[in-house]
């Protein structure tokens, strides 16, 4: 498999477990504040990744906090979204970093993208509009997932430029402590700093620390370093069609017709930002031989 397959494929498990996030966050927030929610995901996820912190240097924590501050304001205003918002739309909203990240680039004037990947950020804008059609009026939390969508385009261009200056077990366990040191300054000051009991408090937070933030984040960095942001924003387009089917299963939230409409468009975005396309010039970012 080459890398830059290799990349694709890690990049979807990652928008798959992505997905299963949704409704367990959802529930996790009707007993846990959202600031001890994060914190908490946080230093677990912290904790597998501590051997990976002992040999780290100034630049690397640098590089890290960055992406730290990316992270934070992602999941935090993700997670107060969520208290009043559905798993369903929420996914869908986060998905419009799929469009944010193309037009982000042509706005900076950074990288002239190809004709392919406007057509595939096209096909991402409708199918998430007509997913998001089915929702019913706004509420505040759409406005806070909306912040999440900004703030998760911000990332993925940073990790781009990052990922390939630094060993990526390295770089995941720094911008995951990043984040949960910010994230519990944040729960300090609110005041929602307090110890989880009982198992329904505690699997989620297990779940959500060890397997979609260590693991996840760790899957992104190396995957982020054999495909390019525009084509990594697309295949994450995925993510609000696997919230869907998780949201079902758990939560029992439906997708209609016009729901599952947009779930093809997405998935239609995604295979076309995988097309060949013999004009496209841009470099992609290839594996520089650092551990792993």
């Not at 990744?49 to 590089?63: A, G, I, S």
């Not at 706005?107 to 199918?127: C, E, H, I, M, P």
Request: net charge positive; aromatic share 10%; with cysteine.
């Amino acid at each position: 498999m080459s890398p830059h397959a290799l990349g694709i494929v890690l990049l979807v498990f990652v928008t798959v477990v992505w997905g299963s996030t949704f409704p367990i966050v959802k529930g996790a927030t009707d007993t846990l504040a959202p600031a001890t929610l994060l914190a908490w995901r946080f230093t677990l996820a912290m904790v597998v990744l501590v051997p990976f912190l002992l040999r780290t240097t100034r630049l690397l924590w640098r590089d890290g906090f960055v992406l730290g501050v990316w992270l934070t304001i992602g999941y935090a205003s993700q997670t107060l979204g969520l208290q009043t918002t559905s798993a369903n739309r929420a996914a869908f909203i986060t998905g419009l970093s799929v469009v944010l990240v193309p037009l982000w680039l042509a706005g900076t004037a950074k990288q002239k993208l190809s004709v392919r990947l406007w057509g595939a950020a096209f096909f991402a804008l409708a199918g998430i509009g007509l997913l998001s059609w089915e929702g019913g009026a706004l509420v505040i939390g759409d406005a806070w997932v909306l912040l999440c969508a900004l703030s998760y385009a911000g990332y993925i261009l940073a990790l781009e430029k990052l990922a390939a200056e630094h060993a990526s077990l390295q770089l995941t366990a720094v911008q995951v402590a990043a984040t949960g040191l910010l994230c519990w300054a944040w729960a300090i000051f609110s005041g929602g700093a307090i110890v989880p009991s009982g198992a329904d408090q505690w699997l989620p937070l297990l779940y959500l620390g060890l397997v979609a933030t260590a693991f996840t984040t760790f899957l992104q960095t190396v995957g982020q370093r054999r495909v390019t942001a525009p084509e990594a924003a697309i295949i994450y387009a995925l993510e609000p069609v696997t919230a869907s089917v998780f949201s079902f299963l758990l939560l029992k939230e439906r997708v209609g017709l016009r729901g599952l409409a947009g779930g093809a468009l997405v998935v239609l975005a995604m295979v076309l930002s995988q097309l060949p396309d013999k004009t496209d010039k841009r470099a992609k970012v290839r594996d520089h031989g650092l551990a792993e």
